[in-house]
């Protein structure tokens, strides 16, 4: 394991800089503080970082080792949620980026979706940095997945579920859609029991630093997706 490098710290309002993420040990801790401005959030994504933290402290700046990744050609789709698509639910895309926010930030457990970061990404999403799929269910929203795309990177920030199973379809329906407008690299940052079932797997760092160098130089335009995009089966 890497010996442990302290953290680069950020002045409020300081220089745009991240170091090379590759120098940190596997927890990944590369920076603390700085800002949640437009300009610093996309040098972090375009450096394979991200940030996470709790409120009433700084910001603090990701990159653990391995990465969690999320590839079409892994993508599992079990015969249960075959039918689960076709139980009446809707998927749009960047229909309502805002309340997707709001219900990912919704947890009992509390949340690192904080204020400062909704206002931060809402932003981004105004400058077609950042996306949502929405799964709605009897005109109201059941579910739904937001996240940064730069290029050909999807990372894939957060998902919710207020109807049973609405979190996976959102997931599945994103990374079919996504891929098929030619993303390359779908990011989902910490692996999870849930995110193996759906096919996810750990990547070392420096393969997803150099995948995420190619990907970024990819032109891909998420707009205009449609439901045709997300799910053929919903359509039958």
């Not at 394979?48 to 892994?74: C, H, K, T, V």
């Not at 929405?134 to 997945?145: F, S, T």
């Not at 989902?188 to 420096?206: K, V, Y």
């Amino acid at each position: 394991m890497r010996r442990r490098r302290p953290p680069h710290f950020i002045e409020p309002g300081g220089p745009l800089f991240f170091p090379d993420p590759a120098d940190y040990d596997d927890e990944g801790l590369v920076a603390v503080g700085g800002d949640l401005s437009t300009e610093r959030l996309l040098l972090a994504y375009d450096s394979g970082i991200f940030p996470w933290y709790d409120e009433g402290m700084p910001p603090l700046w990701w990159s653990p080792n391995p990465r969690a990744i999320l590839d079409l050609r892994d993508l599992h789709v079990s015969r249960s949620m075959l039918r689960v698509m076709r139980q009446g639910f809707t998927l749009t895309w960047n229909r309502d980026f805002a309340a997707v926010m709001r219900g990912c930030a919704d947890r009992e457990e509390g949340t690192w979706i904080l204020p400062e970061m909704q206002v931060a990404y809402a932003e981004l999403h105004r400058l077609g940095h950042a996306h949502s799929l929405e799964v709605w269910q009897g005109g109201e929203l059941a579910g739904g997945l937001y996240g940064v795309q730069r290029g050909g990177l999807f990372a894939a920030e957060s998902m919710f579920h207020r109807v049973t199973n609405a979190s996976k379809l959102a997931l599945i329906a994103t990374v079919r859609a996504v891929f098929g407008r030619g993303v390359q690299l779908f990011d989902t940052q910490l692996l999870t029991p849930h995110l193996s079932s759906l096919g996810g797997r750990a990547a070392p760092r420096r393969a997803y630093l150099a995948d995420l160098a190619r990907a970024r130089a990819r032109s891909v335009d998420l707009n205009g997706l449609q439901p045709s995009d997300f799910m053929p089966e919903m359509q039958s």
